[in-house]
T-cell receptor
Framework: GAVVSQHPSWVICKSGTSVKIECRSL??????MFWYRQFPKQSLMLMATSNEGSKATYEQGVEKDKFLINHASLTLSTLTVTSAHPEDSSFYIC?????????????????FGDGTRLSIL | GQQVMQIPQYQHVQEGEDFTTYCNSSTTLSNIQWYKQRPGGHPVFLIQ?????EVKKQKRLTFQFGEAKKNSSLHITATQTTDVGTYFC?????????FGKGTSLLVTP
């Protein structure tokens, strides 16, 4: 259980293109999804928190107009990198969290998608 | 804001040797989670520690949460080549996780 699907796995595109990445929870409802960025051999940097039906919460230094997040349903969140440039090339990973039992939601583990490798030429 | 420091950054061991990675937070944590990321893969949840002084074991892996709930460790006994990967600790700030930089473990046969 708790499978998160992320699509696409790889994207190579020209500078100036907008790229949409989808994150789906396949067998559970995710009220909260997270978007991370990971540079080679680096840790995961939280970009934004996506809550179903409301605006995403962006971390400091992350441009909300550059990285558009939409969480339209309990099973789908999308990240759109608008007018991508080479410096946006990175590994983007989403994760989803759901409540297990009656525990505090914030304590629940996150389940990660396989990630999307984005290369902007 | 909350910062989570993790050491060492890299560790290279011979198969059969033990391995430990340490995690330290600048603030008291409500809980700490550990993840493993294989090369080219995504992080996979290993375990969560919630209680002060808690110790949990998963086969050869032993996880500890400090009494002050500000530090944690992961110890692997008798490493195997399948243990290769990067181990991340992640401290919970209440709604999101703050990941440490991770410890990359390389095990040579």
């Amino acid at each position: 259980g708790a499978v998160v699907s992320q699509h696409p796995s790889w994207v190579i595109c020209k500078s100036g293109t907008s790229v949409k990445i989808e994150c789906r929870s396949l067998d559970f409802q995710a009220t909260t999804m997270f978007w991370y960025r990971q540079f080679p051999k680096q840790s995961l940097m939280l970009m934004a928190t996506s809550n179903e039906g409301s605006k995403a919460t962006y971390e400091q230094g992350v441009e909300k107009d550059k990285f558009l997040i939409n969480h339209a349903s309990l099973t789908l969140s999308t990240l759109t990198v608008t007018s991508a440039h080479p410096e946006d090339s990175s590994f983007y990973i989403c994760s989803a969290r759901t409540r297990v039992g009656t525990g505090v939601l914030a304590n629940q583990p996150q389940h990660f998608g396989d990630g999307t490798r984005l290369s902007i030429l | 804001g909350q910062q989570v420091m993790q050491i060492p950054q890299y560790q290279h061991v011979q198969e059969g040797e033990d391995f430990t990675t340490y995690c330290n937070s600048s603030t008291t944590l409500s809980n700490i989670q550990w993840y493993k990321q294989r090369p080219g893969g995504h992080p996979v949840f290993l375990i969560q520690l919630v209680k002060s002084g808690e110790v949990k074991k998963q086969k050869r892996l032993t996880f500890q949460f400090g009494e002050a709930k500000k530090n944690s460790s992961l110890h692997i006994t008798a490493t195997q080549t399948t243990d290769v990967g990067t181990y991340f600790c992640a401290g919970n700030s209440g709604y999101a996780l703050n990941f440490g930089k991770g410890t990359s473990l390389l095990v040579t046969p």
